[in-house]
């Protein structure tokens, strides 16, 4: 099961990941945290890992519709997307897919705003794409 949808592009790590800020600011999302993985497993573990970083998004109205609907959609929130490097050199920008998250609550009331979240985390990834070399969508 395809849990994410995601693409591959290149560039350097920390532009991909503002540039994947700017793109979640432009469909209505804030970035309430950002976890650099690599920086606290370092810190944490003494334990050398790729560039990752993962933003957890929240849009603000689409979150209040959705805990209206369900107030335990908040053990699924924020939505998560990740920006990390590959093996092969290239970063990969991986956002959760809605559908199948918000899927697991059986909640038919939640259907239309997953699929709202989806169809901005599919923009968003476009969005990059047309900003950055995409070499290939994953």
Excluded: W
Aim: overall charge negative; aromatic content about 6%; glycine content about 6%.
């Amino acid at each position: 099961m395809n849990y994410t949808i995601q693409i591959s592009v290149s560039g350097e790590f920390d532009h991909v990941v503002e540039t994947t800020i700017d793109a979640l600011k432009d469909e209505g999302f804030g970035v309430l945290c950002d976890i650099d993985v690599q920086a606290t497993f370092e810190e944490k573990l003494g334990e050398a890992f790729r560039q990752y970083r993962i933003l957890g998004a929240c849009n603000p109205p689409l979150a209040h519709e959705g805990l209206t609907a369900d107030m335990d959609l908040g053990a699924l929130l924020p939505c998560n997307v990740v920006v990390y490097e590959t093996d092969d050199g290239e970063i990969m920008v991986s956002a959760v897919d809605a559908r199948q998250l918000v899927g697991i609550a059986d909640n038919e009331a939640l259907d239309s705003i997953a699929t709202e979240v989806h169809d901005r985390f599919e923009r968003v990834l476009a969005s990059i794409a047309d900003e950055l070399e995409s070499p290939s969508a994953a």
